[in-house]
């Protein structure tokens, strides 16, 4: 077989670098191996419209199954890579890898796109049938089916995903109990006004939400789980549970490599890790705050995994990288429906604007007088403002941004760096 490049993940990532390459002209072999059996397909829907059966998995596809054919990219789909070597010498980047039943595949260029897995909880009764996880389409499509038959719902993490899913539950007419280990809901991406929004919002529809609350175990009868254990011994029953308590950055490849791992695969701006002949993009990687450049995030977005894959197939070809765009984030929890611009890592004020019990409202995040980014509820218009003002270099100043009489847009203005060296 020939060598080309090869990309090891066939997801949101993997895909855009596959096709990303193929824009930029390359004309060498491409092979994208997948673990799933499934063409790669869109996550996004797997907690919101596809749980809720208002999509069928065939829908979730990001492309057609001829496109893969007619540009060449060859997509190997149910192989999961356990081996890749570099040659010491030869071609540079010049390697193998070998998928679990055996299979090799040489390659020239290699890049990762492996994405994370969701972390397990390893507490007593943890394998009892009726604990799940939500990463891929298949996990969905078991969830899906067992949400038809549950009556009683325990979601351990209230993140994202975890809130997504009891929304969707809860429409469904189900009780529904979110367990989460911190004294606020999503608090590792926004300021405690909007954890508490969400808090008082989901308890408005019937979502019966348990902060600072951690799991001892779960019990079961006959294998199944009956209960969640909490620590301070109280007991909820539950028919299913959903344990959404975040994911870990699959890092086995390069750990394998040698490559500068935390907490992820540490890469640079250019999507280059820390062997040159090596590149990596999406969820798995740790990267510079690609808006200040100051220390390393990890980015778990499907605007993230778009934008880096982009900048690596451009820097896997020598191209000058494309302009990274600002960050960017959704999460529908029923009709709430929250927008991210920016990000808000390392905010030291934030002003709120509108009243969030009113569910259509905005908090703006600043570091030093500076905007960084936007949580917007129900309320597109001022996300699309800040996303401007963030695009554009601008800013909307912190002593203005809470007048809900002016709309957003009309506040952008430049910022005082910008003004002061005009
Ligand atoms: C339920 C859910 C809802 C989400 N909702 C949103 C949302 O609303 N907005 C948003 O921006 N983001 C959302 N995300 C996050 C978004 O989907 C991810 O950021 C995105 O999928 C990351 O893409 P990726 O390609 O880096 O990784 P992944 O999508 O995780 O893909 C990695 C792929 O690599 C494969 N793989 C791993 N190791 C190997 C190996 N050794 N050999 C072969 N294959 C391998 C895996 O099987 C997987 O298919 C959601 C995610 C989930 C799970």
Known sequence: MAGGTL?????????????SLRQWGDTEPITLVGEEVHPPYQRPPLSKAFLAGDTDAE???FRTPSYYADTGIQLVNGERITEVTLSPSGRPGSGAATTATGRALPFDRLALTVGAAPRRLAVPGSDLDGICYLRDRDDAAVLRARLAAASRIVVVGGGFIGLEAAAVARAAGKDVTVVEAADRLISRVV???????????????????????AVAGFDGTSGRVRAVRLTDASVLPADLVLVAVGVLPRTELAEQLGLECEQGIVVDGYARTSNPRVWAAGDCTVQPHPVTGEGRVRLESVQNAVAQASVAAAALLGRPAPTRTVPW????????KLQIAGLSTGYDEY??????DSERFSVLYYRQGELLAIDAVNNPGDYMAVRKALTQGATVRPGLAGDLGTPLKSLLAARQ???GSA
């Open 59 to 61: 829908s979730l596809a």
């Open 351 to 356: 002003v709120v604007r509108g009243e969030p």
């Open 329 to 336: 984030f959704w999460s529908y929890q029923g009709d709430l």
């Open 417 to 419: 760096d910008a003004v």
């Open 191 to 213: 300021a405690p006004v909007v954890s508490e929004f969400y808090r008082r919002a989901h308890a408005r529809r019937g979502v019966r939400v348990l902060l600072s609350a």
């Open 7 to 19: 990309i090891v993940g066939a997801s949101q990532a993997g895909l855009q670098l596959a096709v």
